[in-house]
Nanobody
Framework: QVQLLESGGGLVQSGGSLRLSCAASGRTFSRNGMGWFRQAPGKEREFVATINWSGGTTYYADSVKGRFTISRDSAKNTVYLQMHSLKPEDTAVYYC??????????????????WGQGTQVTVSS
């Protein structure tokens, strides 16, 4: 059974930092792209960041570019999201996702076959 388990969420003040982790189990994703999405109350789930199988290609939503960094440790089957300069509008449930077919990074939500249960990030003003 494939599982993606996020951790690292919490409450932080505006301008602060958090590091999210997503540990995969049940299969290896070392040859697949992985990503982070987020969903704020009353809003659609939106793309945040994605990384290709090797870690050499990354894409970010414009709203987080320059503040967030996605990385991966394939030996640990884990992907990370380092978040700096957090803003109240970053408040959301953050979801890790794994592609089952492609090597590349993709911003397209339907491309991801596996999803974690989410971790709450709350940024206070």
């Amino acid at each position: 059974q494939v599982q993606l388990l996020e951790s690292g969420g919490g409450l932080v003040q505006s301008g602060g930092s958090l590091r999210l982790s997503c540990a995969a189990s049940g299969r290896t994703f070392s040859r697949n792209g992985m990503g982070w999405f987020r969903q704020a109350p009353g809003k659609e789930r939106e793309f945040v960041a994605t990384i290709n199988w090797s870690g050499g290609t990354t894409y970010y939503a414009d709203s987080v570019k320059g503040r967030f960094t996605i990385s991966r440790d394939s030996a640990k089957n884990t992907v990370y999201l380092q978040m700096h300069s957090l803003k109240p509008e970053d408040t959301a449930v953050y979801y890790c996702a794994a592609d089952s077919k492609r090597l590349g990074a993709t911003t397209n939500r339907p491309d991801y076959a596996y999803w974690g249960q989410g971790t709450q990030v709350t940024v206070s003003s």
